[in-house]
């Protein structure tokens, strides 16, 4: 994800466990338009860390769960996550959630990347 941030020229932020993630997210939720969760995200319950997570965000940052889950729409419900990617995803579904988020919070970025 952080290399196809890259990429495209979309900053991500990364944390290796769930407090990690909270401190990121309490540090930066002025930058960050979208959060990625794994399901077995370390440090934590996973349904403990998704509450945290939702709770900490707000309305305004969607969270996406991501999972090699058998049933991900179960997992994700199980979070109360509305949106899930299953792994491992194809790197256009990520290009089109980076841009779409772009889009949503900088019309002229997002513009720009598409004609350069």
Not at 16 to 22: R, S
Not at 33 to 59: E, S
């Amino acid at each position: 994800m952080v290399l196809a941030g890259q990429l495209w020229g979309i900053a991500v932020l990364e944390a290796g466990n769930c407090g990690q993630a909270l401190q990121v997210l309490d540090r930066e939720k002025n930058r960050i338009r979208l959060i990625f969760l794994d399901y077995y995200m370390p440090g934590m319950d996973p349904k403990q860390c998704a509450d945290a997570l939702i709770t900490r965000a707000g309305p305004s940052i969607p969270i996406i769960l991501a999972t090699a889950a058998v049933d991900p729409a179960v997992r994700a419900a199980e979070l109360k996550l509305g949106e899930w990617l299953s792994k491992p995803f194809d790197i256009t579904v990520l290009e089109v959630l980076f841009k779409k988020v772009a889009l949503e919070n900088d019309p002229y970025y997002y513009s720009n990347i598409r004609n350069p």
